[in-house]
């Protein structure tokens, strides 16, 4: 069975450009959820989609933005970028769960960012 | 404002020991709290969970032991392996949230010596 696939793994823009960053969950598994990853700082959430719909939502400014597609592959935007933003991004994805279901998250490799 | 903190950036042991990585929270309101381990280059892997309603959990090597009166829990890895050496992210789960929702430490980093 496939893992969770990002793409690219690594990319390198320049303050003010944009970026899109591509996710393809565990086939089967319909929430997707987008996390960055800073030194000192761990991971924090950015927001979570299930069914193309944003169920979650995480305190960054919005020049970060996501969707998620009908074969739930998900992307996330950030617009004009600062050097803050450089991170490692995570995507992760999961079967719908119920509150007694142990959570488990399926991370990708990460697309890693440098803003120059 | 961190509310899981994992004080301790680094832990080394021998193999064949104990390993014990700590983290504190600070909202009492989290109902569910997960370990990862993260190798380099790779995304971060489950590791044990446990739910607020219960103080310790066992799968194999691993043991979370979670204190709610002091808002802590530990992660027991016995016995260490080298294989073990990795980053290890604590996790906890604000409530009425799902579990894609999830707020992490900054990790410890443990190397296990042979």
């Known amino acids: 069975k496939a893992g969770v696939t990002q793409t690219p793994r690594y990319l390198i823009k320049t303050r003010g450009q944009q970026v899109t960053l591509s996710c393809s969950p565990i086939?089967?598994?319909?929430?997707v959820s987008w996390y960055q990853q800073t030194p000192g700082q761990g991971l924090q959430f950015l927001f979570e989609?299930?069914?193309?719909?944003?169920?979650n939502k995480g305190n960054f400014p919005g020049r970060f933005s996501g969707r998620q597609f009908s074969n739930s592959r998900s992307e996330m935007n950030v617009s004009t970028l600062e050097l803050g933003d450089s991170a490692l991004y995570l995507c992760?994805?999961?079967?719908?769960?119920?509150?007694?279901?142990?959570?488990?998250?399926?991370f990708g490799e990460g697309s890693r960012l440098t803003v120059l | 404002d961190q509310q899981v903190k994992q004080n301790s950036p680094s832990l080394s042991v021998q193999e064949g020991r104990i390993s014990i990585l700590n983290c504190d929270y600070t909202?009492?309101?989290?109902?569910?709290f997960l370990w990862y381990k993260k190798y380099p280059a790779e995304g971060p892997t489950f590791l044990i969970s446990?739910?607020?309603?219960?103080d310790k959990n066992e799968d194999g090597r691993f043991t979370v032991f979670l204190n709610k009166s002091a808002k802590h829990l530990s992660l027991h890895i016995v016995p260490s392996q080298p294989g073990d050496s990795a980053v290890y992210f604590c996790?906890?789960?604000?409530?009425?949230?799902?579990?894609?929702?999830?707020?992490f430490g900054t990790g410890t980093r443990l190397l296990v010596s042979p």
């Open positions: 992760a994805s999961s079967f719908p769960t119920s509150p007694t279901v142990s959570g488990e998250l399926f």
């Open positions: 086939s089967g598994h319909r929430s």
């Open positions: 989609y299930f069914s193309e719909t944003q169920r």
């Open positions: 909202n009492s309101m989290f109902d569910y």
């Open positions: 446990i739910s607020s309603i219960k």
């Open positions: 996790a906890a789960r604000p409530p009425n949230t799902g579990f894609q929702k999830l707020v």
